[in-house]
T-cell receptor, first 115, second 109 residues
Framework: GAGVSQSPSNKVTEKGKDVELRCDPISGHTALYWYRQSLGQGLEFLIY????????KSGLPSDRFSAERTGGSVSTLTIQRTQQEDSAVYLC?????????????FGPGTRLTVL | DAKTTQPPSMDCAEGRAANLPCNHSTISGNEYVYWYRQIHSQGPQYIIH???NNETNEMASLIITEDRKSSTLILPHATLRDTAVYYCIVRVFGNQFYFGTGTSLTVIP
């Protein structure tokens, strides 16, 4: 079946512009996670959606970052007034159960480059 | 969630067992140990997880010490395709996953 998909695969933007990154989780998965990975670094947790509960936004690095998940499915990560330090690969993952007991399934990521 | 400590890099000969250690000395009783790996330019891939008993699946075995302060991921017959960064994570169900910098495993022909 279809896995987690993300779009665009690559995004180049100018400093100060806003960007939107999209994640389509696996159908029926109730948990959705966003991470970012800077070059040569591990994954940094950003935000976690679990069913209809309020999202865990504790990993968002600044108020320029926001995310929403519409209808419990597709999620959009928005970065406003992008900065060069925002350049990274942004990864989305979904999980079939609310507690995330089981494995997360990761998408291929969106590579964001801020010039 | 408890932090984990892993060696930054390891080598393993092709066909031999790869044993990747992880220390999680501050793990609490309700935290599970997860292992993921990330092959270059791909998203992370789940390998295995466990609480206190040793676990085995088609990919690997997970050995957790009796005091649960450390664990070892075993790839029984490493292949070149197992070259990746391996992440050890401890986590309470329902919480987010905190990935560290992992161990970069290189399988040598």
């Amino acid at each position: 079946g279809a896995g987690v998909s993300q779009s665009p695969s690559n995004k180049v933007t100018e400093k100060g512009k806003d960007v939107e990154l999209r994640c389509d989780p696996i159908s029926g998965h109730t948990a959705l996670y966003w991470y970012r990975q800077s070059l040569g670094q591990g994954l940094e947790f950003l935000i976690y959606f679990q069913g209809n509960s309020a999202p865990d936004k504790s990993g968002l690095p600044s108020d320029r970052f926001s995310a929403e998940r519409t209808g419990g499915s597709v999620s959009t990560l928005t970065i406003q007034r992008t900065q060069q330090e925002d350049s990274a690969v942004y990864l989305c993952a979904s999980s079939p159960d609310p507690a995330g007991m089981y494995t997360q399934y990761f998408g291929p990521g969106t590579r964001l480059t801020v010039l | 969630d408890a932090k984990t400590t892993q060696p930054p890099s390891m080598d393993c000969a092709e066909g031999r067992a790869a044993n990747l250690p992880c220390n999680h000395s501050t793990i609490s009783g309700n935290e599970y140990v997860y292992w993921y790996r990330q092959i270059h330019s791909q998203g992370p891939q789940y390998i295995i997880h466990g609480l206190k008993n040793n676990e085995t699946n088609e990919m690997a075995s997970l050995i957790i010490t009796e005091d649960r302060k450390s664990s070892t991921l075993i790839l029984p017959h490493a292949t070149l395709r197992d070259t990746a960064v391996y992440y050890c994570i401890v986590r309470v169900f329902g919480n987010q996953f905190y990935f560290g910098t992992g161990t970069s495993l290189t399988v040598i022909p």
